[in-house]
T-cell receptor
């Protein structure tokens, strides 16, 4: 069964550094998403992406965050200047359409030192 | 705006006993509802979904959930718990545009031998 893959599984970064989290969505899916889960808290929506543009974003997704689909397969989340509070598990997801089930990757654990 | 409340952050049952995980939602539009399961160090796996039609939906691993519009609930049940069901379970609802999920806080299910 096709799946969403995320790399790396764990990223350790110094505060203030830029970090890029990578995702390969399921190949025939058209909608792409990023969520995060701070340790012990609920899963929170960050952003959705469709037709090469952001279709929805939360208040968490401020100017420090950006997303890109640089080629036909990858979907990336960039954090420009990381803060301690960015430490979390980041999940990528994709779906065939809006309101369709979202399929999640195994996540990237981001640790900011 | 959508919101999801899961009553009980931890539920413990004996192997073979009924599993009942509660979920209540608020939504300004007819909701699309989902249950996801998260095993340790893994991503979110779709258990089942409600879109329209029959209010009782069946999912994987013997789970089912019933959409109750008057009670704004979508409780998850399984007649007989297995040890392998021990995991965290998340209820989620989509927004009007169907391009983001709002998750509940999660319920950790523990299964005792």
């Amino acid at each position: 069964e096709p799946e969403v893959t995320q790399t790396p599984s764990h990223q350790v970064t110094q505060m203030g550094q830029e970090v890029i989290l990578r995702c390969v969505p399921i190949s025939n899916h058209l909608y792409f998403y990023w969520y995060r889960q701070i340790l012990g808290q609920k899963v929170e929506f960050l952003v959705s992406f469709y037709n090469n543009e952001i279709s929805e974003k939360s208040e968490i997704f401020d100017d420090q965050f950006s997303v890109e689909r640089p080629d036909g397969s990858n979907f990336t989340l960039k954090i420009r200047s990381t803060k301690l509070e960015d430490s979390a598990m980041y999940f990528c997801a994709s779906s065939q359409g809006g309101n369709q089930p979202q399929h999640f990757g195994d996540g990237t654990r981001l640790s900011i030192l | 705006a959508q919101s999801v409340t899961q009553l009980g952050s931890h539920v413990s049952v004996s192997e073979g006993a009924l599993v009942l995980l509660r979920c209540n939602y608020s939504s300004s539009v007819p909701p699309y509802l989902f249950w996801y399961v998260q095993y340790p160090n893994q991503g979110l796996q779709l258990l089942l979904k409600y879109t329209t039609g029959a209010t009782l939906v069946k999912g994987i691993n013997g789970f089912e959930a019933e959409f109750n519009k008057s009670e704004t609930s979508f409780h998850l049940t399984k007649p007989s718990a297995h040890m392998s069901d021990a995991a965290e379970y998340f209820c989620a609802v989509t927004n009007n545009a169907g391009n983001m999920l709002t998750f509940g806080g999660g319920t950790r299910l523990m299964v005792k031998p």
